[in-house]
């Protein structure tokens, strides 16, 4: 069964069951074959993100802005990913570091960035690379927060080239490139959210973390933002038209740099899993429940997010509801076949269960209502899934999805 319905509803369906096979005289598995199907299907099963806080359910976009998605969002911010102190910093500057350069045989210029930036507490910087091709019309663009090693995967120099992060493809399709590492922001350990970031904004002697206090994948995305503050500045770039891309746990920043940050047009979850894309209530065992990820990442996320282990189930909001905090935008996820931790089927489901949202807006959310075959990307409305064959990767299949779904939706005019 790919959904495990709440306890309450366990109850109640042990009880059901034990009359149905009264009433109908059979087995006890022959009915739990029956109801079994009935709740794979059902997306009942899921929390109706669209219901109103005093009763009824949101029927247009205005409903949904004004009294349902605020409320969403405070739950993902104060129960799992935490709350930022700060938007825009008070202390915000950007140099270049690096006199910009032709670079990729003279199809684009590139730049090196220090984003500088500080609050009450202190200062601190993180550097990004971009590649801007060349090109009358300014340029739309992906921002690729990268939780790889950076000299294998992120080299400004172009001698050590990766699929995580292909610029020169990226380049010769009319894309500009545009990377960071996540580490230069907070690093990927656990200190207790003291150092990096978190030691600008907030006193971070104190003895405890806050409860809805933001958590190193928060810091990472707000990086992203800090990103598009510079996009914003730079006439050589489409800044209507930027998406954030990362993988696995940068797959989960990118959805949060995309639902904080509406200036981001899409986000891209690679792989993001646990906490990304994967429907809590989606029952697959080999995949990471919140138990395992809250165990092994703490810091990760709010503190309060410890009250959900072992209740994946009953988690008030589920993933696609969180997915559906980015409508009307475009959203992409991506699964890869051998990655059963991520729980692909999971990841189509929250995509699938999200679309609603778009509905409200006169959109399509996702195209298709089945589980695809590999490598057969869906595309066609403002949702995009992709089960690409494979490993746990960013790889250039991946990038082309992503680049296909932007060149579907008019990204890059003629
Ligand atoms: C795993 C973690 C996942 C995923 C992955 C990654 O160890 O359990 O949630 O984010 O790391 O980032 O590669």
């Given at each position: 069964m790919l959904f495990r319905p709440p306890r309450a509803v366990e109850i109640w369906y042990n009880d059901a069951m034990e009359n149905i096979c009264k009433k109908l005289d059979i087995t006890f598995?022959?009915?739990?074959?029956?109801?079994?199907?009935?709740?794979?299907?059902?997306?009942?099963?899921?929390?109706?993100?669209?219901?109103?806080?005093?009763?009824?359910r949101a029927a247009t976009a205005a409903d949904w802005e004004k009294s349902v998605k605020p409320v969403v969002k405070k739950f993902f911010l104060s129960q799992v990913y935490g709350t930022r102190p700060v938007a825009r910093p008070p202390h915000l500057s950007f140099t270049a570091v690096w006199p910009d350069r032709d670079m990729v045989d003279g199809k684009a210029v590139r730049k090196r960035i220090r984003c500088e930036y500080g609050g009450k507490h202190g200062t601190n910087s993180f550097f990004f690379t971009v590649f801007i091709p060349k090109s009358v019309k300014p340029s739309p663009a992906f921002v690729l927060i990268c939780n790889r090693k950076a000299a294998d995967n992120i080299d400004p120099e172009r001698r050590i080239k990766s699929e995580f992060w292909p610029v020169e493809e990226m380049i010769a399709r009319g894309y500009a490139a545009i990377a960071f590492h996540n580490e230069e922001v907070a690093p990927d350990w656990n200190t207790g959210n003291t150092t990096g970031a978190f030691a600008c904004f907030e006193n971070v002697q104190r003895p405890y973390r806050s409860k809805e206090g933001w958590g190193t994948l928060s810091a990472?995305?707000?990086?992203?933002?800090?990103?598009?503050?510079?996009?914003?500045?730079?006439?050589?770039?489409?800044?209507?038209?930027?998406?954030?891309?990362?993988?696995?746990?940068?797959?989960?920043?990118?959805?949060?740099?995309?639902?904080?940050?509406?200036?981001?047009a899409m986000a891209c979850s690679n792989c993001s899993g646990c906490s990304g894309a994967k429907l809590n209530r989606a029952d697959?065992?080999?995949?990471?429940?919140?138990?395992?990820?809250?165990?092994?990442?703490?810091?990760?996320f709010a503190p309060n997010y410890v009250a959900w282990v072992n209740r994946d189930?009953?988690?008030?909001?589920?993933?696609?509801?969180?997915?559906?905090?980015?409508?009307?935008?475009?959203?992409?996820?991506?699964?890869?076949?051998?990655?059963?931790?991520?729980?692909?089927?999971?990841?189509?489901?929250?995509?699938?269960?999200?679309?609603?949202?778009?509905?409200?807006?006169?959109?399509?959310?996702?195209?298709?209502?089945?589980f695809p075959a590999v490598n057969d990307p869906l595309m066609e409305g403002s949702v995009a899934y992709h089960y690409r064959e494979g490993k746990h990767t960013l790889c250039l299949k991946d990038w082309n999805f992503y680049m296909d779904f932007a060149d579907r939706n008019g990204w890059r005019r003629p």
């Open positions: 598995c022959a009915a739990l074959a029956v109801c079994a199907a009935a709740f794979a299907r059902s997306p009942e099963c899921v929390p109706d993100f669209l219901a109103m806080p005093g009763g009824g990472w995305a707000w990086a992203a933002s800090r990103v598009m503050d510079w996009i914003e500045t730079e006439p050589l770039l489409d800044a209507k038209h930027v998406g954030v891309v990362g993988h696995s746990r940068g797959g989960k920043t990118a959805l949060i740099a995309g639902v904080e940050d509406e200036r981001f697959l065992p080999d995949s990471e429940h919140i138990m395992q990820i809250v165990r092994t990442f703490p810091y990760w189930a009953e988690i008030t909001y589920d993933q696609n509801a969180w997915l559906a905090l980015m409508a009307p935008r475009l959203v992409a996820v991506t699964s890869a076949s051998a990655d059963g931790w991520a729980g692909q089927r999971g990841e189509f489901e929250a995509a699938r269960l999200a679309s609603p949202a778009w509905e409200l807006y006169g959109k399509k959310g996702l195209s298709g209502q089945q």
